[in-house]
């Protein structure tokens, strides 16, 4: 069954989203690292629009920039050409409003959950009491209120990306980018915490845009795909899922869902056995 | 509590094998654990012996103090600077397996036959150590939590004070343990030929006049102040860790 | 530039320093001699034969030391592995173990063997042994437990297993435990001659130091360094190798 007769929204090689209004934008941004024998083009050019409050996932082959994409869009590297603006002002250090989950555990090992939890708004001088309501409230929705006085080392990997992602939670960010939050879980765990993470979006209304490897969670997670060449990636589809706003993991049964993952490979798998044929990782 | 149990039986039989030591070769090779102890208990009654103690904890302290500080500082910084660290670190490892006693009579011709010789000695022993240690603690360090503290939006003040410095401590702490019993080494070694204070010298005094039972006090308050600081820092590590 | 050629850059950097100041008289000569200056003492000792004695019995000392070392940390190792109960007792003593100022036992060898090869060997041995029972336990540790369960399917006898799966498994480790009993081997042979000794290397620099003659004592000293240096490049070289087998 091709994806054209499936009813997948088939959707131009526009990065505009329509009629919505534009949270953050990046537009002809490429990053090249210079290094001691060689030039890296590891990023680019990327045109992006992200539409407010969308759920936007990055899928591409391994080493096609996705990371570098997110770090630009976080202030946390500059692109060597073209410019990223977030609710339009450009992009210049990490902006206020925008939170990051990362690939790897960053919970800090030395404080327990709680003051993993409050370690943000203390720094940022946030009085006690707001401070204690705003981590009870985020240590509940993610589920972590019995693990409250633990250490992370204490806790499984799964408990431990729920610290990070409420410790993410309790900034109020407007934007969250995820980069491949739940590598390191096993499928089941995974797909839980998918739904965790639609609860999370639709609870704060931010602008969320993850990143991973995994077709189907991209499939099933987000209102829009892109798909990454290999490097130096580019986005080389747009896709479309038109899920509800109250979907959950119980979408994978649906023959939809088979259609947009079938469409996502379509184009992924060219790129992907490039890697495997270059023999690099 | 069956761990600390064992480890329990385990110092009888070697107080056990020590009274049968004494038994086999005699008072005057080896004194019992009893004879030991008593005698011990006689020298921290005499006001010279806490004289010498004085002595070595001074030089002792002086000289932890500065490995600590040159080498936590050092470490820090040929951690920060990758390639200063580099390029140093092996020079620092080679330094750190050469027997320091070769370089004793240089040092004694530096400072002279004084204190300010014995905390050379133990700046010898202790600072690489602790160098090492502390370069290795920030390389080591996930580069996630300094991202994560650039999200945050974190002054270079906050970031090292709330997120660099507590996630190096442990590896740190490991560094000072090392560093403590080194720098202690050092300044022992350096009263045990060079000096005539202090508790290494009663050692090397004692060889010469055959006090057995006074060699083996001073081994014996030696290994237990050793020990009780080492397992203590072992204690303030588990604390810290978390881990 | 490569690190190597900064770090050699640096090195030779600081001896060309030291030069200066000992030859521009900021370092008296009465403290320290110039490091070429130095060298040429080094040449002399070595060509005059006059410490050959000494330095054979040094080396001597050393060799044995380190080998005793080796040899029974990896025995002890052994055992103390196959008895899991012991090793749990002995864990915290041979944590806290190199915390203990080892010199210390060192008269108590001297009254017991007298001065000579015997008490210096044991202090060295004593000081170097516990680093090879710790990376013998390191290295049983660490052999993935896949590793045996392959020599299983293979149906290899138990020795096999032990002879072509697990000690080379382990070798890394068992390499570290090597390096550092040389090194102790050496530090303690040497500092031990040096508080009381009547021969070997760690004497005649004593020795020299207390009469005043400091050309014997720099070229001595200075012989060891670069021994020492030899020694461990050497060593270092060899673990770098076997380290790229580490498991991750």
């Given at each position: 069954m091709s994806a054209a007769s499936s009813g997948a929204k088939v959707v131009p090689l526009s990065p505009q989203s329509p009629a919505r209004e534009v949270h953050a934008q990046l537009r002809g941004v490429t990053r090249v690292f210079q290094l001691p024998t060689s030039t890296l083009?590891?990023?680019?050019p990327i045109d992006l629009d992200l539409a407010k409050g969308e759920f936007f996932s990055v899928v591409g082959p391994s080493g096609c920039g996705k990371s570098t994409l997110l770090d630009i869009l976080a202030g946390l590297s500059a692109p060597q050409s073209g410019t990223a603006t977030f609710e339009g002002k450009p992009v210049s250090g990490v902006p206020d409003g925008v939170g990051v989950v990362f690939q790897?555990?960053?919970?800090?090992?030395?404080?327990?959950v709680r003051d993993n939890v409050a370690f943000g708004l203390r720094r940022a001088g946030v009085d006690a009491a707001e401070i204690a309501r705003r981590v009870d409230y985020a240590v509940g929705f993610m589920g972590l209120k019995d693990f409250a006085?633990?250490?992370?080392?204490?806790?499984s990997g799964g408990m431990r990306q729920r610290v990070c992602i409420a410790r993410t939670l309790v900034m109020q960010p407007r934007l969250i980018l995820l980069d491949e939050?739940?590598?390191?879980?096993d499928q089941q765990t995974r797909l839980l915490m998918g739904d965790e993470l639609l609860r999370l979006w639709r609870e704060t209304s931010a602008t969320v845009l993850l990143i991973t490897h995994a077709l189907d969670e991209a499939a099933m997670l987000s209102d829009r795909v892109g798909v990454m060449s290999t490097?130096?990636?580019?986005?080389i589809d747009f896709v479309e899922?038109?899920?509800?706003?109250?979907?959950?993991?119980?979408?994978?049964?649906?023959?939809h869902f088979g259609d947009i993952t079938a469409r996502l490979w379509e184009k992924l798998r060219v790129e992907a056995m490039k890697i495997m044929a270059s023999g690099k990782d | 509590m069956p761990r600390l149990a064992g480890t329990l039986i385990v110092l009888l039989c070697f107080l056990v094998m020590w009274q049968g030591f004494h038994l086999l070769v005699g008072a005057s090779a080896i004194a019992s654990p009893l004879q030991t102890v008593l005698k011990l208990g006689t020298l921290l009654t005499q006001a010279d012996f806490w004289a010498n103690i004085s002595e070595t904890m001074r030089a002792f302290v002086a000289a932890f103090a500065i490995s600590l500080a040159g080498g936590v500082t050092l470490g820090i910084v040929l951690g920060v600077r990758r390639l200063a660290g580099n390029v140093a670190e092996p020079i620092l490892t080679t330094l750190y397996s050469i027997p320091k006693v070769v370089l004793y009579p240089l040092v004694l011709l530096c400072f002279?036959?004084?204190?300010s010789a014995k905390i050379a000695f133990g700046v010898m022993h202790g600072l690489i150590p602790i160098t090492l240690f502390s370069m290795n603690a920030i390389r080591q360090m996930k580069p996630v939590y300094g991202r994560t503290a650039q999200v945050m939006r974190l002054s270079p003040t906050q970031s090292a004070f709330t997120v660099i410095m507590p996630a190096i401590l442990p590896e740190i702490i490991s560094g000072v343990r090392l560093g403590f019993s080194l720098t202690l080494l050092g300044v022992l070694i350096g009263e045990m030929?060079?000096?005539?204070?202090?508790l290494g010298f009663l050692l090397t005094n004692a060889i010469n006049i055959g006090q057995v039972d006074t060699i083996m006090a001073v081994a014996l308050l030696l290994t237990v102040f050793a020990v009780t600081c080492n397992s203590l820092m072992m204690l303030l590590d588990r604390q810290v860790s978390h881990r | 530039m490569t690190e190597k050629r900064l770090r050699i850059l640096v090195v030779l950097g600081m001896i060309a320093l030291v030069e200066l100041l000992c030859r521009t008289g900021i370092i008296p000569y009465t403290v320290m001699m110039s490091p070429i200056q130095m060298t040429g003492e080094m040449v002399r000792v070595l060509a005059s034969g006059q410490f050959s004695a000494d330095i054979v019995t040094s080396f001597a000392n050393i060799a044995i030391a380190t080998v005793v070392s080796i040899l029974l940390g990896f025995v002890l190792g052994l055992i103390i592995y196959a008895m899991p109960g012991v090793r749990r007792a002995l864990e915290p003593l041979l944590a806290s173990?190199?915390?203990?100022?080892?010199?210390?036992?060192y008269p108590i060898f001297v009254t017991l063997f007298g001065v000579g090869s015997a008490s210096i060997i044991s202090i060295a041995v004593l000081l170097a042994v516990v680093s090879m029972i710790t990376a013998t336990l390191n290295g049983l540790d660490r052999i993935p437990r896949v590793l045996r369960k392959t020599g299983q399917i293979y149906r290899m006898s138990r020795v096999q297993t032990a002879l072509l799966i697990e000690l080379p498994a382990a070798l890394p480790y068992l390499f570290t435990g090597v390096k550092l009993s040389v090194a102790y081997s050496f530090i303690g042979v040497i500092a031990s001659e040096f508080i009381l000794?009547?021969?070997?290397i760690g004497y005649a620099i004593a020795f020299a130091y207390n009469l005043f003659e400091n050309g014997d004592m720099y070229g001595l000293m200075l012989l060891v360094l670069v021994v020492v240096t030899i020694v461990n490049t050497a060593l270092n070289m060899i673990d770098r190798r076997l380290q790229a087998r580490r498991q991750r």
């Open positions: 083009h590891a990023l680019g790897e555990d960053a919970s800090f090992p030395w404080l327990n006085s633990s250490y992370p080392a204490q806790l939050p739940f590598g390191a879980l490097r130096p990636g580019t986005f899922t038109g899920w509800e706003r109250d979907r959950d993991s119980r979408v994978v049964s649906t023959p | 002279g036959l004084g204190i030929f060079a000096s005539q204070r202090g | 173990y190199y915390a203990v100022p080892t010199f210390v036992f000794s009547g021969a070997g």
